[in-house]
Structure formats: C-alpha cells, structure tokens
C-alpha cells in the first residue's frame, strides 16, 4: 500500500558529503514520523536521525552538526544531507516512514520500510 523508494548512497571520500533522499508512494492518506537508520555490516540497526510531520527533528549524537534531515511534506520525500563524512558512518541507510492509509474498512496505520542503500565512506 505504501513504498519507500531511496536513493542517494555511494561511496564517499572522508570529509566528503552525501545527500540521501526518500521517496513514499502509494494509497497514502497522510505521512507522520519519517527517519533514517543505518545498519553497519555485522552491527545492529540504530536510529539516525527522525522528522516529524510538523519538522521537530532528533538526531543521535554522533551525526550531531554533520547531518540534517528534512521533508517535503507535498512531495512524500524526506532527505538526508551528510557532511563531514567519517569511515564509521559507512553502512546501508534505511528510510522509516510511519503512515496513514485509507482503506475501505477506515484508516490503518502503517510502518514502512526502504530497501536500504549503501553509503561507503573510503579513500
């Protein structure tokens, strides 16, 4: 009912910055929360940095001043942008939106997952 599709991941000099971007379609009545998560190879997946709908944003400490997250309300899409880019920020980036479709049986809340892409900080 509802996709994520992302984009943006590569590799990525130290230093360097990166723009991600997410886009949800689909039978969509309204978009809440949306956030970014990475999974390093062999680690647990941790929260990134989150959005919501009214733009209050969270991030986790180690992005703090580097990465900000942001959302077009009117296009479904949240972003990304990563600067200062370090090799422990190398990891698969998964979008998280948490939204409202209408169905023929009332509305029903969803939470949606991207398929991940891969972002390699490396010289």
């Known amino acids: 009912q509802v996709q994520l599709v992302e984009s943006g991941g590569g590799l990525v000099q130290p230093g360097g910055s990166a723009r991600l971007s997410c886009a949800a379609s689909g039978n969509i009545f309204s978009i809440n929360t949306m956030g970014w998560y990475r999974q390093p190879l062999g680690k647990e997946r941790e929260s990134v940095a989150t959005i919501t709908s009214g733009g209050n944003t969270n991030y986790v400490d180690s992005v703090k001043g580097r990465f900000t997250i942001s959302r077009d309300n009117a296009k479904n899409t949240v972003y990304l942008q990563m600067n200062s880019l370090r090799f422990e920020d190398t990891a698969v980036y998964y979008c998280?939106?948490?939204?409202?479709?209408?169905?023929?049986?009332?509305?029903?809340?969803?939470?949606?997952w991207g398929q991940g892409t891969p972002v390699t900080v490396s010289s």
């Open positions: 998280k939106a948490h939204a409202t479709v209408r169905t023929e049986f009332g509305f029903r809340n969803l939470e949606v």
